[in-house]
């Protein structure tokens, strides 16, 4: 697979993180942008799904 990537973009965000390499800060962008779309799935659910529990008896330990 052959990616072409904005050089000033990857530049800017080299200088600006710890990694070791364009593939760390290539991959850690990649799991970023997946947590996003998965929260934001995650979000549409609301009010679809029933609840049932008792968060009093969740909290004692």
């Given at each position: 697979?052959?990616?072409t990537v904005d050089e000033k973009l990857l530049a800017e965000i080299l200088q600006r993180?710890?990694?070791?390499?364009?593939?760390?800060?290539?991959?850690?962008?990649?799991?970023?942008?997946?947590?996003?779309?998965?929260?934001?799935?995650?979000?549409?659910?609301?009010?679809?799904?029933?609840?049932?529990?008792?968060?009093?008896?969740?909290?004692?330990?």
């Amino acid at each position: 697979m052959k990616v072409t990537v904005d050089e000033k973009l990857l530049a800017e965000i080299l200088q600006r993180t710890d990694a070791k390499n364009v593939q760390e800060d290539v991959e850690a962008a990649l799991k970023a942008y997946l947590r996003k779309i998965k929260l934001n799935e995650l979000s549409n659910l609301r009010g679809k799904i029933t609840w049932e529990g008792n968060l009093d008896e969740m909290r004692e330990y």
